[in-house]
């Protein structure tokens, strides 16, 4: 079993940064990749990253590359989405999640373990 729960969420405006944190409880959180999603009002939940147990594989949805960092810090239990750039688009509720499947590392129901979710608005 594994609690997650993010934090960092907020309004900021357009070209800010943010920085989400998500901090995992119980055991072995390092035997579990990680991904970060995102749900906008009246959409469903999208991948937005993705990395593995050690750190040294991460993937990106298309639209946050090159804005967007996941990483990890196995002895805090906890990871993390640095986000830069921000526009407007990306204003959603942003979760985090444990992979327990197999599925895909882009597939929400490869993920076994869900956070409450922190809210990112982003003001134009």
């Known amino acids: 079993q594994v609690q997650l729960v993010e934090s960092g969420g907020g309004l900021v405006q357009a070209g800010g940064s943010l920085r989400l944190s998500c901090a995992a409880s119980g055991r072995s959180f390092g035997a579990y990749a990680m991904g970060w999603f995102r749900q906008a009002p009246g959409k469903e939940r999208e991948f937005v990253a993705y990395i593995s147990t050690r750190g040294d594989t991460t993937y990106y949805t298309e639209s946050v590359k090159g804005r967007f960092t996941i990483s990890r810090d196995n002895a805090k239990n906890t990871v993390y989405l640095q986000m830069n750039s921000l526009k407007p688009e990306d204003t959603a509720l942003y979760y985090c999640?444990?992979?327990?499947?197999?599925?895909?590392?882009?597939?929400?129901?490869?993920?076994?373990?869900w956070g409450q979710g922190t809210q990112v608005t982003v003001s134009s």
């Open positions: 999640a444990a992979k327990t499947y197999s599925y895909g590392s882009y597939n929400r129901n490869s993920y076994g373990y």
